[in-house]
């Protein structure tokens, strides 16, 4: 069975400096671009963040409470190269740790005590907090940066690894293609425009805060050759009806 390590692995290995998350945030003229090699590093910290410092194991579950940002994805790959199960907000399972940011500080912060809470500030180089956080919350900006770059964990898949087979045939991303998106990643109706470029080979552009006129400047810009419409039904991944639609 193919998994998300062997995956990204692959592709760092055949062409690392391609570029594969570029995001945009309008409101504050942000713009990230993670290639392979940094997409890569970025979820080995975070796995090592999860797994040595958080404690969690194989099957544990991890809450992702974060709004549509590049370190959705980051915190996807890294639960899945850990085996963890993801939940979302609106689940009902019970998390053994939650990743939040700024927004989730109300609702997480008073559980630091008894939950392990990870917030980020979202800021566009990972930079830590500028106030203090809640008792017992962890900052990412702070954490993260002593972890390794490469992951040396070995775990199976845990339940919520997807499936890659599904994700790429379902897909009208072509390969090496580039997909534009407004969907968060870190959402059950978003993790396919996270795994379909990874399934084909291709990459995806983030886009937060655009008008229609804002979204087709980038698309020309970023070269994209498809967008993710959620009116249009391609099938995702554990078959879930997502939408794609060719430029």
């Avoid at 809640?134 to 199976?156: C, K, M, S």
Wanted: with cysteine; hydrophobic share 40%.
């Amino acid at each position: 069975m193919t998994t998300f390590a062997d995956l990204l692995a692959a592709q760092v290995r055949r062409d690392p400096g391609r570029p594969f998350l570029t995001f945009y945030d309008v409101a504050t003229g942000e713009r990230t671009e993670l290639s392979l090699t940094t997409y890569a590093n970025w979820v080995a910290k975070a796995a090592g963040l999860l797994e040595d410092e958080l404690g969690l194991d194989h099957e544990d579950v991890l809450l992702v409470d974060l709004p549509c940002h590049w370190l959705g994805p980051v915190f996807l790959g890294a639960a899945w190269s850990v085996g963890l199960e993801v939940a979302f907000p609106d689940d009902t399972a019970s998390p053994d740790a939650v990743v939040c940011g700024p927004d989730g500080l109300d609702s997480w912060g008073p559980r630091a005590g008894s939950l392990p809470v990870v917030a980020s500030a979202l800021h566009p180089l990972g930079l830590r907090f500028s106030d203090p956080l809640p008792t017992g919350v962890h900052d990412l900006g702070v954490e993260i940066w002593g972890q390794p770059d490469a992951y040396a964990g070995f775990n199976p898949p845990g339940p919520s690894e997807p499936d890659w087979e599904a994700a790429a045939t379902g897909s009208l991303l072509t390969d090496g293609g580039r997909l534009l998106s407004t969907q968060n990643p870190a959402s059950p109706p978003g993790i396919c425009v996270l795994t379909e470029p990874l399934a084909r080979s291709g990459s995806l552009v983030l886009v937060v805060g655009a008008d229609d006129e804002r979204l087709e400047s980038v698309a020309i810009d970023e070269r994209v050759t498809a967008r993710h419409r959620a009116a249009h039904a391609a099938l995702g991944p554990r078959g879930r009806r997502l939408g794609f639609g060719k430029t």
